[in-house]
């Protein structure tokens, strides 16, 4: 054992002379990427980035096909597919076509760094275009800050993955926008003071947005009187909602996805809990009306758009054209906005001065009033899409019937 | 408080309800087998899917007696996921009789991991479908309330037949030819086969049983909670139930309802507590909870609280 | 100048400094290949991409082998893997955080400082879990593990810095620690296996060694030699705990990012499944199939799409013939039936026949030459093998075949690894997939242990094969069934999706075709090699 020991111990030492040697090239791989937030400057990507060769304009696709995010990631791969067939049967650009490889992250931030890079140094994409999550973006716009590849998400609505460097975008908005847009709509709308949150502990998208909410609609001058956490995979939330009733509040802010909020809203009623219930975007989806039942009706939700909203022609034509490819309407709001990140991309191309990662960089972040599904889209310095939230109602007979539509503004927090 | 208190124990007697019934098909399994099947709360998310296609079927004609139509989804469940424990047993487990306890407990989880993935593929899962709220009668829409405590029907119903169903089970294990012979087999499985058991029959009678019961939890669950379904549906009641099983005592019929219940009154507690304690977001911690309080009775008593000593761990 | 007969001289005379010497001479070695490695040939890769899966492959690799310590050495049942692993990870990168900036050590010194302190945390985590142990056996311990392992997600992701952290502690909850410095480069993953490995096998080639194998064979056994059972499971637990925290260290530094969800329980399960399916107790069946299943994992993206049809077709076919081979392997040869094996003889030869058939309408090509040459080889090796068995055995004359399709087999793995050579796909890939055909191969052909196994890996030819002829057999009735056709002719799948069906499935056939995992408790040596080679060596390390 004990020669073991010295063998190993030798060992270590010779590592760490090695690691003192190679200190250089550790020091070079360690330029993470995530700028400091809130500087207002994003650190322009070190990397190349890559460019066109030949007719086929290779865009890359990352989203989850695989594990607990299938339903959101299949359907950002159909909002994609559409806008490039639309695209390349109208032509292309200049002759030459759109070439989609999507490839998968299994739910996994691991896989999808690694289907990242494999994009973004194997099949030489010029960019990329996803992913839902924000915790899978996150590495991914890491690997495509590294490369010079831009990237733009569809759904991250996390408030600091822009910030990782210039050429990282979205279309959605921030938790940022949609948190404070809900708490001044309840707060001057609605009328509400006395407000709860229900919080799924398992969601950066959930945690995120309660944080934001419970920020602003203080700061307007309500009062969070309870929050109350759950994992998702939950099934039971009497227990909370127990609680919850116990604080006698105006309203509900449950910030999770329609998966766990459907359930909360049919048990709240069990509880005697009669309040109505507020929420983001998570809760879009097809069937949230037969998943919540009646507890839901009277509840209001924020989104990128709806069904009836019929004074924007866009919406219109982009429900009828998914239905007639796919057969049905689109599941989630990722279908959409994946379709948008797609025209904000395409649109790019049409304007870049030459076909590689930095000139379509440049001429994604001078995107401006895109007409798109979603509203229209402005790119703002800081990589976001600026436009505009709606205000939706859950009605006995839709899930989005639009109420008020708030302008894009930018949210301060009031320091404590 | 002292309502709020009995609310919460009511809340947590009836989220007991649910892991109770995934427990005793679990306790089954395990009892005769000695085997933790992973793939249980994966037959258990087959049963609701299989009620959310049948409820389909008929939801949107009237033609069918509500009530009427929850018990036919309650036998398609049941019978489906009979037939599919059957299969798995037949496929999975019974060629690996003789082999270590490590290889059949992986091949349980990839079992479990081609349910839940090889699902993906076959059910209807973007977006997550749900069974609808109108499926339950309009009688048992609204709640009972009782002195300031209000009762979700559809759980009460899951409680009432977790304890039936345990009462029937406790009965065919002591007083039926079969069950006397399942208890042989859970004894010694060797001394069981020499003393002329069909081994290969009681197991597959087991896994029939434990897998029906698991497909009625499936169907009961899914109906009362309104719980979309994903193929991942499984998996936190499946560990969950599995947790209440050692708690009661592994391959105890009655043990597995009483951990259960217990596990169920221990999360509502937690959540009880959390008001009480200024500062600090106690709910966060609600499952881990679940889970120590797991290690604390296996440290304790590692047979389980009613766990025979006898039974070597 | 002294020549090198004086030096050795002096080393015979002088063990202490010969010890030394050879040391010296053996971590040279090391550090030689761990250059050539980062210096040499990570430049030398097509993509960053490569590096990236040679990185992972050998993170796995080591994460299998910590957890071979104490699943497959101790024999004790721990399927909760990952948290050790989120232990290292998670102290380590808030460490980094924290403290990195502020102090004076460069990135390659603070790396290997964090990591033994992140070693040590999961070592702490380790002994606690190892306590139950005293106590718990088999399934108990199992779910205790499992416990563990949610209790320590759950644990990271209350951890948000207010509300519900402990102490004020901020790991970021449920998204995770952003910007960790990257530190971690291929060498330091190729330094974690080596050193993964050696902690391992010196510990198997040691007295205490014997004390693991003792307890995982026989607990009471080992107890009443004398065996202090407490001490040697929780040291299993503690050892390969700090080794699962020393890989998260190097993890944290290397993706930049961690959240909850890389440590969840399919982590665990991802790792255990490396473990059983190598082989519980090998070393080298868990590097060797952590390495290989991760990089399944990514060739899978480079497979065409498949109609949904013909999947279920493949489905029914290889499920058909599980159940005909099952069937057949627990018919011990004394009392095998005929009908069975001229059935597999049957379907072996309508195999073969069916190869060829395929191969020549595929007119040519590296997949059309394969599928004749081996196709061929199939039938001429069962009708050969059963003139030949006749004739030597008629109790059993099925045994011939068998082996002779065995031998079939390892020509195809030849030829199955200059195809996947061929494979449009990163270089990783096709180098780790073709490399570990290619050893097989080797190990069937030449290991004693290996030949004898040969008549198994037969039936699995047979079997393969047959899935391969019998799928359009299905398929055209699948075709011929109006409400299939019409619900499913448009569905197509891309391999990559099916990944995690793929995995569990494979994991399920390894398990029923061969329990104790592929490579059983074998180890790779160099005996094996020079037996394998046709040298005479002794055996010195301890099998088991």
């Known amino acids: ?416 | 408080m002292a309502e709020q208190l009995i609310q919460q124990l009511v809340n947590g007697l009836m989220l007991g309800a649910i892991y109770a019934l995934i427990a005793l098909g679990y306790t089954m399994v395990y009892g005769v087998l000695r085997l933790i099947n992973f793939a249980h709360g994966d037959v258990y998310m087959v049963g609701a899917y299989l009620a959310y296609y049948t409820s389909m079927q008929w939801v949107d004609r009237e033609l069918i007696n509500p009530y009427l139509l929850l018990f036919g989804m309650l036998i398609v469940s049941m019978v489906g996921c009979a037939l599919l424990g059957l299969t798995i047993e037949r496929v999975a487990y019974r060629p690996l009789r003789s082999a270590p306890r490590i290889s059949v407990l992986i091949t349980a989880i990839g079992v479990s991991l081609l349910l839940e993935y090889g699902g993906l593929l076959v059910f209807k899962t973007a977006p997550p479908p749900s069974i609808a709220e109108g499926v339950r009668g309009g009688a048992l829409q609204t709640p009972l309330v009782l002195l300031g405590v209000s009762i979700d029907k559809g759980q009460l119903a899951v409680l009432g037949v977790t304890l039936v169903l345990m009462v029937l089970l406790w009965q065919f294990v002591t007083n039926t030819q079969t069950g006397r012979a399942m208890r042989a087999v859970a004894h010694d499985f060797d001394t069981a086969a020499l003393m002329g058991i069909n081994v290969d029959r009681i197991v597959a009678v087991t896994f029939l049983l434990g897998s029906a019961l698991a497909g009625a939890g499936g169907m009961m669950n899914a109906t009362a909670l309104g719980t979309p379904l994903t193929t991942f549906y499984g998996l936190l009641p499946g560990v969950k139930a599995f947790v209440a099983a050692v708690l009661g005592g592994i391959g105890n019929i009655p043990g597995a309802v009483v951990g259960g219940i217990i596990l169920g009154l221990a999360e509502a507690m937690v959540v009880f507590a959390d008001p009480y304690i200024p500062g600090f977001e106690l709910t966060g911690y609600k499952d881990a909870v679940t889970f120590l309080i797991l290690i604390g009775v296996l440290l304790l008593k590692p047979s389980g609280i009613f766990g025979s000593p006898v039974e070597k761990v | 100048m002294a020549s090198v007969g004086e030096l050795v001289n002096v080393t015979r005379r002088y063990a202490p400094v010969r010890f030394w010497l050879v040391r010296l001479a053996s971590v040279a070695t090391l550090a030689l290949f761990l250059y050539f490695l980062q210096a040499v040939l990570v430049p030398a890769l097509p993509t960053p991409y490569d590096a990236r899966l040679i990185s992972l492959a050998l993170l796995f690799a080591s994460l299998a082998v910590s957890l071979n310590l104490i699943n497959g050495i101790t024999g004790q049942f721990s399927i909760g893997h990952a948290a050790f692993f989120l232990i290292g990870a998670y102290g380590s990168a808030r460490l980094t955080l924290s403290y990195f900036e502020t102090q004076p050590l460069v990135p390659g010194i603070w790396l290997f400082v964090v990591a033994i302190l992140g070693g040590l945390m999961a070592a702490v985590a380790g002994f606690i879990v190892g306590l139950p142990s005293l106590r718990l056996r088999g399934d108990y311990l199992a779910i205790v593990t499992l416990g563990f392992g949610e209790i320590a997600r759950i644990f990271v992701i209350n951890q948000t810095g207010r509300g519900s952290s402990v102490a004020g502690l901020d790991l970021g909850g449920s998204f995770g620690l952003p910007d960790i410095p990257l530190m971690t480069d291929v060498w330091h993953f190729a330094l974690l296996l080596i050193f993964t490995v050696l902690v391992s096998r010196n510990m198997l080639q040691t007295s205490h060694g014997l004390a693991f194998l003792s307890v995982r064979e026989d607990e009471l056994a080992a107890e009443a030699t004398g065996v202090n059972t407490t001490k040697t499971k929780v040291t299993a637990f503690v050892l390969g705990a700090a080794l699962a925290g020393i890989a998260g260290a190097f993890f944290a530094h290397f993706e930049g990012f961690i959240t909850p969800q890389h440590f969840d329980m399919n982590a665990s399960f991802i790792i255990l499944t490396m473990v059983v399916v190598g082989g519980t107790g090998s070393i080298t069946g868990a590097a060797l199939a952590g390495i290989a299943l991760k990089l399944l994992e990514e060739a899978l993206r480079k497979l065409p799409e498949i109609s949904a049809i013909d999947l279920i077709a493949y489905l029914v076919a290889a499920a058909g013939l599980l159940l005909l081979m099952t069937a057949l392997r627990r018919n011990r040869p004394a009392r095998r039936s005929t009908p069975w094996l001229v059935l597999l003889c049957a379907v072996a030869l309508a195999a073969g026949v069916g190869a060829v058939v395929k191969g020549l309408s595929l007119g040519g090509g590296v997949v059309g030459a394969f599928m004749i040459t081996s196709g061929g080889l199939a039938v001429a090796s069962v009708l050969g093998g059963l003139a030949f068995g006749f004739a030597k055995s008629p109790d059993d004359p099925f045994r011939v075949p068998l082996k002779a399709l065995g031998y079939t087999g390892c020509i195809g793995m030849l030829f199955a690894a200059y195809l996947v050579w061929n494979v449009e796909a990163s270089v990783v890939i096709r180098a780790g997939i073709g490399l570990i055909l290619v050893g097989a191969a080797a190990s069937l052909l030449g290991y004693p242990a290996g030949r004898a196994s040969m008549i198994p890996f037969g039936m699995l030819v047979a079997g393969f094969l047959g899935v391969v002829i019998l799928q359009p057999v299905v398929g055209a009735v699948l075709h011929s069934i109006p409400f299939v056709e019409s619900n499913l002719k448009e569905t197509m799948y891309s391999p990559s999706n099916l990944r995690m069906a793929v995995f569990a499935v494979s994991l399920v056939i390894v398990m029923l075709v061969r329990p104790q995992g592929l490579m059983g408790h074998h180890e790779f040596s160099w005996s094996f090699l020079g037996k394998s080679m046709g040298m005479k060596t002794k055996e010195t390390a301890i099998h088991s």
């Open chain 1, 1 to 416: 054992m004990s020669r073991t020991n010295r063998l190993l111990a030798l060992i270590g030492a010779g590592a760490l002379l090695l690691s003192w040697g190679c200190k250089n090239d550790a020091a070079n791989g360690g330029t993470s990427g995530g700028g400091p937030g809130g500087s207002g400057v994003r650190p322009e990507s070190p990397g190349e980035g890559n460019r066109v060769e030949g007719d086929v304009i290779k865009i890359g696709v990352i989203a989850a096909l695989n594990g607990d995010q299938k339903p959101w990631g299949e359907d950002s791969v159909k909002g994609v597919q559409m806008a490039v067939d639309e695209f390349n049967a109208a032509g292309g650009l200049d002759g030459k076509k759109v070439q989609l490889i999507i490839e998968d992250t299994a739910s996994r931030p691991e896989v999808g760094k690694t289907a990242t890079e494999k994009l973004v140094t194997e099949d030489k994409v010029v960019a990329v275009i996803g992913e839902i999550a924000s915790g899978t973006t996150q590495p991914a716009a890491q690997v495509c800050f590294q490369y010079g590849v831009p990237i733009i998400s569809p759904g991250s609505t996390r408030v600091d993955i822009t910030n990782i460097g210039d050429n990282v975008f979205r279309v959605c908005f921030t938790d940022n926008f949609q948190g404070a847009a809900m708490a001044k709509f309840a707060y001057e709308d609605l009328g509400f003071r006395r407000i709860a949150i229900l919080t799924d502990k398992k969601l950066p998208y959930s945690t995120g947005l309660s944080d934001v909410f419970r920020q602003a609609f203080t700061d307007f001058g309500g009062e969070i009187v309870d929050e109350q956490f759950y994992e998702s995979g939950t099934q039971d939330f009497k227990p909370q909602l127990t609680n919850v009733k116990a604080k006698n509040p105006d309203g509900l802010f449950c910030s999770g996805y329609f998966n766990e909020v459907g359930p909360i809203a049919r048990q709240k009623g069990i509880v005697g809990l009669n309040v109505p219930m507020l929420g983001g975007d998570g809760w879009d989806s097809a069937e949230l009306l037969n998943t919540a039942g009646r507890g839901i009706i009277g509840g209001y939700w924020t989104n990128h758009y709806s069904n009836y909203e019929d004074d924007r022609p866009q919406v219109k034509r982009f429900i009828d054209a998914f239905k007639q490819r796919y057969g049905s309407p689109p599941a989630t709001a990722m279908a959409p906005l994946s379709y948008d990140a797609a025209l904000v991309l395409l649109d790019a191309l049409k304007r870049t001065e030459s076909l590689d990662s930095k000139a379509i960089t440049k001429a994604i972040a001078e995107t401006a009033d895109l007409d798109a599904v979603s509203g229209s889209i402005t790119i703002g310095p800081d990589g976001n899409a600026e436009k505009s939230i709606l205000v939706l109602q859950v009605t006995a007979e839709a899930r989005d019937m639009p109420v008020k539509r708030i302008e894009f503004f930018r949210f301060e927090p009031k320091q404590k």
